[in-house]
């Protein structure tokens, strides 16, 4: 290779990368430092002693951190079975089926269910694992305003008066992860009885933090056969991996149609352990949950004279607009020793640059405080 053409093969990458320097809006990593008000460990689990014990426990009973396969072929452990078995009946499902990550489990359910002749009317707010397996789905797909059911069922009506007469499919989640609002479930599920539809619905956020035991926002609709669930195990349940909760029949579907899940290495069977472990934690510590809901209250009160939204839930966005002013105020706030970051497009829509508050077990009403005085004078 010549010196010209090594110099320059990576030439457009890198001009890439400077046009998103120019408008703010590169991204790099950076280490954990700060009060925490940035993660989804929602109910301070991921470093929970009992979860520790657990796969010490494993480990010593011999359960391998390797899968060393995929699930059709030898990476089926017990413990994947023996976690999906206690899930089901946990959540009210027929049956589950464990991913190794949220993504992983959007685009298997996108890509894999709905088929050519279908219609699936997705939020126009979904994030970018359920727009990934948008992409590859065969079915047309159709945007729906943000929590609006009655545009779901305008767009289920025009697509059957067009003479359609395949499935509908609506996708949603049921708590947004950049606005820390709620969708209209039961308008949705009504949606989906009127036009004899599947409600696709990720619970990613709620999980954990609402519901009879942590069992999410949608915990009334599971065990329905025109309902499937997806709840990650990477945020309140302080794990990784995600649990796809539904009919017998859909689980069977993904393991025999499911990319990527057949073609993936199966979850270390210690992560299996450790969501099974946070999952009976959701029963036996409900202290979690409250204390969680005590800091949202008080996050509220001091906070939303400052613009932060007040959502009623652990996410509190304070739209700033303006990328680098944005990026501007994340800096002082984490100068100042908050973990809080900057969220840009296209994370977000155009124009809704903004400060994602999360809350979290992780800190007591006093870091709020604290907060609170750090942001007024950063907005300064």
């Not at 280490?31 to 010593?60: C, E, H, K, W």
């Not at 694992?129 to 289920?156: C, I, K, Y």
């Not at 652990?314 to 706030?333: F, N, S, Y």
């Not at 969220?343 to 829509?349: D, K």
Request: overall charge negative; proline content about 4%.
């Amino acid at each position: 290779m010549t010196t010209t053409r090594a110099a320059s093969l990576w030439d457009a990458h890198r001009a890439d990368l400077s046009a998103l320097s120019a408008k703010a809006r590169l991204r790099s990593l950076s280490a954990r430092r700060g009060t925490d008000f940035s993660s989804n460990d929602y109910l301070a689990m991921a470093g929970a002693p009992r979860l520790a014990q657990a796969v010490g426990a494993a480990i010593a009973r011999g359960v391998p951190l390797g899968s060393g396969g995929s699930r059709l072929l030898r990476g089926n452990d017990p413990e994947h079975e023996a976690l999906e078995t206690e899930a089901a009946a946990f959540f009210g499902s027929e049956a589950a089926l464990f991913f190794s990550s949220g993504y992983a489990a959007n685009v298997a359910l996108l890509s894999t269910l709905p088929q050519r002749d279908d219609l699936i009317i997705y939020d126009e707010l979904v994030h970018a694992s359920m727009h990934e397996g948008l992409r590859l789905t065969r079915a047309t797909a159709v945007a729906a305003p943000h929590n609006d059911a009655q545009g779901f069922a305008d767009a289920a009506q025009e697509w059957r008066a067009a003479g359609h007469t395949g499935r509908i499919w609506l996708a949603f989640e049921s708590l947004y992860s950049m606005d820390g609002d709620r969708a209209p479930l039961a308008d949705l599920a009504a949606v989906a009885e009127r036009y004899d539809a599947v409600l696709l619905i990720d619970e990613a956020h709620a999980t954990g933090v609402f519901g009879t035991n942590g069992r999410g926002l949608a915990g009334g609709l599971d065990g329905r056969p025109d309902t499937i669930v997806l709840r990650t195990c990477g945020k309140a349940l302080g794990c990784e991996g995600a649990l796809v909760l539904g009919p017998q029949v859909v689980r069977d579907f993904l393991v025999n149609r499911g990319r990527p899940f057949i073609f993936s290495t199966a979850p270390s069977p210690l992560v299996a352990v450790a969501v099974r472990e946070a999952l009976r934690m959701l029963v036996d510590e409900p202290e979690r949950r409250s204390d969680l809901h005590a800091t949202i209250a008080h996050a509220e009160r001091v906070l939303a004279p400052l613009g932060a939204q007040a959502t009623g839930t652990q996410i509190l966005p304070l739209i700033l607009h303006d990328d680098a002013r944005t990026m501007v105020v994340a800096g002082k706030l984490q100068a100042a020793g908050f973990d809080v970051r900057g969220i840009r497009p296209p994370t977000v829509p155009q124009g809704t640059s903004r400060l994602r508050i999360s809350l979290t077990r992780n800190v007591a009403t006093a870091d709020v405080d604290a907060l609170a005085l750090a942001l007024k004078e950063a907005l300064a």
